[in-house]
């Protein structure tokens, strides 16, 4: 373990105690590719944080490893058939990616500053990246970029660039409804193809463009209609038309590549023309749906201790979401609440719908499975109300625009203070904490009179005297656990998002950015930190608590082996064990190891829970069908916040692997603090 766990230590992501960190994002992808060699499908995003996610056949997950290249601008990607790597165009520089590292190839190439994705081809007879910018054509062979002057001939915007495996030749088409064409490379000049068909019906820009090799047919979808719109339509070129295949989900700036393992034509993201979309489909005749929204975007979040889940509800589609901090899952239609609190004495996490169209503040409990309406009998609409719950009164608190509140588990109490705060109907914030320092509810409400800061007793409130409140536009009261204190984290109307640590009667700046949606910030369970979340990307700010978690499912042959771990996993010289347990007995075993998780069906009911599975140590297991492994974690506190996944294969007799072997479960090993 000690060796591996070194060999880690360059990709390591050390989190800093003060700070907010970005953890992983997916949203718009600016591209995808099909890495033929590994058999993955790889999206790239290049703004800020750049981050690269792969599709296995079965799911996305983060790809991203340190030294990916970032810009404003989106990158010109494809797979080089030649190196067998993916290479990619940057403001000037290009980029080989193997699916580890980044690798920086030349400094001297063009600079392509428009949001054109579709400019670009790999040209596999003359292996070369063709692209395509203000009337000139630029080429990298493998070791620097040539200039051609080839200028179309028409002042036109030329929309979707691809390689046709039928002419042999990179093709750029032109579409505006009314007048089209179409041009072929031969990496001297374009030729135009006069009797190329361009139906008046395909997409004028924002579509996505992919050779796919096992139709060997360049084929296109999506895109803006002319007019005003988005498209669904599946296009194939045949050589010399444009010929439509089928209808699906309409998309603009959607991605599209083959995934060969499946032999599926995936589609994922983009927008439907009003909203953005984080859904995934596949094509193999017709349009099925692979996965829905993956990548939700989110109104409200809270964490549910007793299932150890983060709980969300989506902006504007009714649904609920689960998380265990990296991926979400969707469960049954929410209501529209728009606040979520922990109940530890009913154990239940409720949601408060607070429409102003309703006359009274609606209360429903969520179980993990459905939503429970508890009570309609609450206050009236609460814009920006605060909520939380006080544990030493065993109470949820409200306070906002009709005055205090309490639940006590049914009902919601009125409370009649003699001082309380004013929270105006335009206030741009109100936010509540259960302060355990003081033993008291802490209140922050901004707006028209500016910043205000109140304590409840139970009793009464009374206006705190702190100094350092910032006057931010919006802003969200949370507990960092690991530090035991108060956080404020508030952003600006015009500036970046900030976070404030109350100590003693002043509030002190403690870190700046990474989080711009301060409504949605959660602890999380699984890693003893604040997550923040909207629309694919995570931030994470505070420690990393060392953790281990069982996923997937193993197989077997009546017993399916199972694999645990008891230690903690921190970077002391600690110890971890691995055990499997329900083994054959005398059986030979393996364990094996990866950075990354994946999903993919081996058949016989076997999934392989690991990605680019590493061989790491056999043994024998007894005559109890038991084995056991001792994991030392070095004094390396670069380590802290890597995810180990481990997984065995023992030998079993009539095994659904091949019929000679089973696999267990998977671990996953934190390594924390």
């Known amino acids: 373990m000690r060796m591996l766990l070194a ?16 953890t992983s994002s997916f949203g718009f992808g600016s591209t995808a590719i099909h890495d033929p060699v590994r058999d993955r499908v790889v999206v790239l995003r290049t703004q800020a944080p750049p981050t690269a996610w792969e599709w296995d056949g079965q799911r996305w997950y983060d790809a991203t490893v340190p030294g990916m290249p970032s810009s404003q601008y989106p990158p010109r990607a494809a797979f080089d058939t030649a190196r067998g790597k993916i290479v990619m165009l940057l403001q000037g520089n290009t980029w ?27 040209d596999p007879i003359r292996q070369r990246l063709v692209y395509y ?11 620097q970029w040539h200039t051609i002057p080839a200028d179309l001939g028409w002042p036109l915007g030329w929309r979707a660039f691809g390689f046709d495996p039928v002419l042999g030749r990179v093709i750029a088409t032109h579409f505006n409804g009314a007048w089209s064409a179409v041009m072929a490379w031969d990496g001297v000049a374009w030729v135009h193809i006069a009797t190329a068909i361009v139906p008046a019906a395909m997409p004028i820009y924002g579509m996505a463009v992919h050779t796919d090799p096992l139709r060997n047919r360049l084929v296109l979808y999506g895109g803006a209609l002319q007019g ?23 998309r603009r700036h959607p991605v599209v590549a083959r995934h060969l393992g499946t032999g599926r034509l995936l589609i994922s993201g983009g927008d439907d023309g009003a909203n953005v979309q984080f859904d995934t489909w596949y094509y193999d005749g017709s349009f099925h749906l692979q996965s829905q929204s993956a990548q939700p975007c989110v109104t409200t979040m809270a964490v549910d201790p007793v299932r150890q889940r983060i709980v969300a509800v989506g902006c504007d589609d009714d649904r609920t979401w689960e998380s265990d901090g990296l991926h979400w899952t969707q469960m049954a239609p929410a209501p529209a609440v728009t606040d979520l609190v922990f109940d530890p004495v009913q154990n239940q996490l409720l949601g408060i719908d607070n429409d ?30 605060g909520l939380c719950f006080d544990p030493l009164r065993q ?30 109907h335009a206030a741009t914030t109100a936010t509540a904490v259960f302060d355990a320092a003081v033993g008291r509810v802490r209140f922050i409400t901004v707006g028209i009179a500016g910043a205000e800061e109140w304590e409840w007793d139970g009793t009464n409130w009374t206006r705190a005297t702190t100094t350092g409140l910032p006057a931010a536009a919006y802003g969200k009261l949370v507990i960092d656990a690991i530090g035991n204190r ?37 602890p999380d369970p699984f890693h003893g930190q604040l997550k923040s979340y909207q629309q694919g990307t995570w931030a994470s700010f505070g420690g990393e608590l060392a953790a281990i978690t069982r996923y997937g499912t193993g197989c077997g042959a009546g017993d399916v082996p199972t694999l645990s771990a008891v230690g903690r996993p921190v970077p002391v010289g600690s110890d971890v064990l691995l055990d499997a347990t329900r083994c054959p007995a005398g059986a030979p075993a393996a364990i094996y190891a990866s950075l990354t998780t994946a999903n993919t069906l081996l058949g016989g009911g076997c ?66 603090n």
């Open 356 to 385: 102003i169209s309703r006359p009274a503040l609606r209360t429903w409990a969520w179980d993990g499975a459905a939503w429970t309406l508890r009570n309609s009998n609450g206050p009236g609409w609460m814009p920006r109300q």
């Open 133 to 143: 910018f203000l009337g000139s054509v630029y080429e990298w062979d493998g070791v």
């Open 96 to 122: 080989y990616y193997d699916g580890r590292t980044w690798q920086l190839a030349a400094t001297q190439g063009p600079w392509p500053t428009d949001q054109s994705t579709n400019s670009h081809a790999w």
């Open 228 to 250: 005003s719109g988005a498209s669904g339509n599946l296009w194939e070129w045949d050589g010399n038309a444009w010929n439509l295949l089928a209808t699906g989900p309409a």
């Open 486 to 522: 108060v956080l404020y984290v508030a952003s600006p109307a015009n500036g970046p998002t900030a976070t404030w640590a109350r100590q003693g009667n002043a509030w002190v700046q403690i870190a700046t950015g990474g989080t711009t949606v301060v409504s949605t910030i959660a």
């Open 7 to 22: 060999s880690l230590v360059m990709t390591a992501l050390a989190v800093q105690a003060q700070s907010w960190q970005v």
């Open 607 to 672: 999934t392989l829970l690991l990605g680019a599975p590493v061989h790491f140590a056999v043994a024998v297991t007894s005559t109890t069908g038991a084995a056991s492994l001792a994991l030392a974690v070095p004094l390396l506190p670069q380590l802290v916040g890597v995810d180990v996944f481990w997984q065995g294969v023992v030998l079993q007799t009539n095994g659904p692997l091949l019929g000679v072997a089973a696999l267990t479960n998977g671990v996953r090993l934190h390594v924390g």
């Open 395 to 424: 109470v949820v608190v409200a306070v906002g625009l009709q005055g205090t509140w309490e639940w006590n588990g049914s009902v919601w109490v009125a409370r009649t203070p003699a001082n309380a705060p004013a929270v105006h």
